[in-house]
């Protein structure tokens, strides 16, 4: 509601199918999200609306809702027919418009929904997004202070990291991005050759909070052992990333030490994390300072890393912006979901026709004002 009041939120998570084939495998991505958007769908409009009797939820879209916003690229094509599709066939039988969504430029409304008026919810078959999550004060040390014009906003996820120059809320535009591969790709494939299988950038961070190795061992073990990563990009002038060097020297370090023990891999992670939010922190304040903006805005998957948010609110200050022009939103809305979708559909979002949307899986991000 007005872009910021979120009235129900449902997530129906495919954490665990993935974690079993060792990463998104994209067919079952899509079968599995084929199964649960129309339960997904109809908890949503159940919670959201308190359903009267004899009430369903196709009638409660033609009375309540005002359009229909989804999320057509870029990404993988069969989960994004999905979602299209589903959408498309509601706004059809509803004859509500349709909003089609850059969910990657989408990513950064999440720090313009106002988590205080998150309702709480009971646990229903799928899972809601913990209200208590939502509103904890030191993942979200600033939503309740106002994002000012103009921001620098910096969305990082597996597949982008992005920045964008925001002069409003409407205006945007995009200063510079990935070349290769984006942060949370190198964090997914540093930590599948550190010998975590699954939940890349969650396992780097779970094993760098471990890490006590300071220092590597004396002698020539620990000569081969120093752990030094690169910092990609960071004093490069441009406003654009690449991660794919940082897996090369992770790699190559990786093997040169014979003993891959938990303290060395701890090591290795710590030294991962540090490297991938050293560039991101730098650049981004650099860019701040640069534009002479008034809020720098964080969001994506890779937003939820605390060692990024805790990086970023330090450093503040040596750039002269004060920490509380800093806007992170909550964990539960740095990921995927449809909350940041509906905001961004609401402020700038421009309504179609339902037969003119179509799946986009390389639509462009380098949106000009």
């Known amino acids: 509601e007005d872009g910021v009041k979120v009235l ?6 495919s954490a665990a199918m993935h974690e079993k084939y060792g990463g998104i495998v994209p067919e079952v991505a899509s079968r599995e999200q084929l199964r649960c958007i129309i339960p ?15 009430q369903t939820p196709l009638a409660v879209i033609k009375r309540h809702i005002d359009a229909i916003a989804v999320a057509v690229g870029p990404g993988l094509i069969g989960s994004l027919l999905v979602g299209v599709e589903t959408a498309k066939t509601i706004a059809l039988v509803t004859e509500k418009p349709i909003i ?15 988590p205080s008026i998150i309702p709480s919810e009971g646990e229903g078959s799928l899972a809601h997004a913990s209200s208590n999550e939502l509103r904890d004060s030191s993942a979200t040390p600033q939503n309740d202070k106002k994002i000012t014009f103009p921001a620098i906003s910096l969305v990082v996820s597996g597949g982008h990291t992005e920045l964008y120059l925001m002069k409003s809320i409407k205006d945007l535009a995009w200063l510079g991005g990935t070349l290769d591969d984006a942060a949370g790709e190198a964090f997914d494939k540093t930590a599948r050759l550190l010998g975590f299988e699954s939940r890349g950038g969650v396992a780097i961070q779970e094993a760098a909070k471990k890490c006590q190795m300071i220092n590597p061992p004396a002698g020539e073990a620990g000569a081969k052992c120093q752990i030094k990563l690169p910092r990609p990009m960071i004093g490069d002038e441009s406003l654009n990333f690449s991660f794919s060097g940082l897996k090369t020297a ?36 650099r860019t701040a300072k640069k534009y002479r903006v008034k809020s720098i805005l964080l969001s994506g998957g890779v937003a939820a890393n605390t060692r990024l948010r805790e990086k970023f609110k330090a450093s503040l200050i040596a750039y002269h912006l004060s ?26 979002g421009h309504p179609a026709d339902w037969h003119e949307v179509t799946a986009c899986p390389d639509l462009n991000i380098e949106v000009q004002a």
Not at 254 to 264: F, G, R
Not at 267 to 279: G, K, L, M, Y
Not at 323 to 348: E, G, H, K, M, Q
Request: with cysteine.
């Open 323 to 348: 920490p509380d022009r800093l806007f992170i939103p909550p964990v539960n809305l740095c990921t995927d979901n449809a909350v940041y979708i509906a905001s961004y559909a609401f402020f700038r």
């Open 40 to 54: 997904v769908l109809t908890e949503s409009i159940e919670s959201g609306s308190g359903l009267k009797k004899g």
């Open 8 to 13: 129900s939120n449902v997530v129906a998570s």
């Open 250 to 285: 992770v790699m190559r370090q990786w093997k040169k030490c014979e003993d891959h023990s938990e303290k060395l891999t701890n090591a290795f992670a710590h030294e991962i994390q540090e490297s991938i939010t050293d560039v991101l922190v730098e650049k981004t304040l």
């Open 100 to 114: 089609p969504v850059n969910h990657v430029i989408a990513h950064m409304y999440a720090n313009f929904v106002n």
